[in-house]
């Protein structure tokens, strides 16, 4: 079965600075993908980054991006010059097999000090 | 294209009272979930269909929960009878679900159930 942690309940970032919130997973698939949501006040869940992991380039979308560790199964997530709206709770996500379940860790609070 | 639709965005109830979410997923996507997310927690998977058939239900309370998706489209959850610690967030969600490719979820904007 696959599990996700993150270890990190609560963060916080000076608005236009950079923070990395950590990942860790398990899963007896060679075959997986891993995923960063957002999830804000509306409680809409959104996605933010997505990794395959039989891709060893980290993938990155505009002030989002990820470090990858297969051996150490580890996928943090890094937010460069962070914005007020980047405050939300960060969930990190596996998705695993031909079913498609996607597993989520317990989240992480994050807020924007201006 | 048109996100995950729920309803309602809200429901309060007392306990031992019935109650029914409604889900419509993206249309073409073959997958759909339904989560439960206690406050404070992450998303824990409910059940999931494939088209109209049940892929996973295996942390489905079967005795006071259910849900259907007729017609591999639109989906309902109910619960009967609910209890105090059932309130949270019931959240939708589809994805394509075919093919090898495998692709992210889209999420509905969840129904807040508060039962007292």
């Known amino acids: 079965a696959q599990t996700v942690t993150q270890s990190q309940p609560e963060m916080s970032v000076q608005e236009a600075e950079t923070v990395t919130l950590s990942c860790t997973y398990d899963?007896?698939?060679?075959?997986?993908?891993l995923f960063w949501y957002k999830q804000p006040p509306s409680r809409q869940m959104i996605l933010v980054i997505r990794?395959?992991?039989?891709?060893?380039q980290n993938a990155t979308e505009n002030r989002f991006s990820v470090n990858f560790q297969k051996a150490a199964k580890s996928f943090s997530l890094k937010i460069s010059d962070s914005q007020l709206g980047d405050a939300a709770m960060y969930f990190c996500?596996?998705?695993?097999?031909?079913?498609?379940?996607?597993?989520f860790g317990p989240g992480t609070r994050l807020s924007v000090l201006p | 294209e048109a996100g995950v639709a729920q309803s309602p965005r809200y429901k309060i109830i007392e306990k031992r009272q019935s109650v029914a979410f409604w889900c419509n997923p993206i249309?073409?996507?073959?997958?759909l979930y339904w989560y439960q997310q206690i406050l404070g927690q992450g998303p824990k998977l409910l059940i999931q269909?494939?088209?109209?058939?049940?892929?996973?239900d295996s942390q489905l309370p079967k005795d006071r929960f259910s849900a259907e998706r007729l017609k591999g489209v639109d989906s309902t959850l109910k619960i009967q009878p609910a209890k105090l610690e059932d309130s949270a967030v019931y959240l939708c969600?589809?994805?394509?679900?075919?093919?090898?490719?495998?692709?992210?979820?889209?999420f509905g904007q969840g129904t807040r159930l508060t039962v007292v």
């Open positions: 996500a596996s998705s695993e097999g031909y079913g498609q379940n996607f597993v």
């Open positions: 899963t007896s698939e060679s075959d997986y993908y």
């Open positions: 990794q395959e992991a039989y891709k060893q």
């Open positions: 249309s073409g996507h073959a997958t």
């Open positions: 269909f494939q088209n109209n058939g049940v892929v996973d």
């Open positions: 969600a589809s994805s394509r679900g075919t093919g090898t490719g495998r692709t992210e979820a889209f």
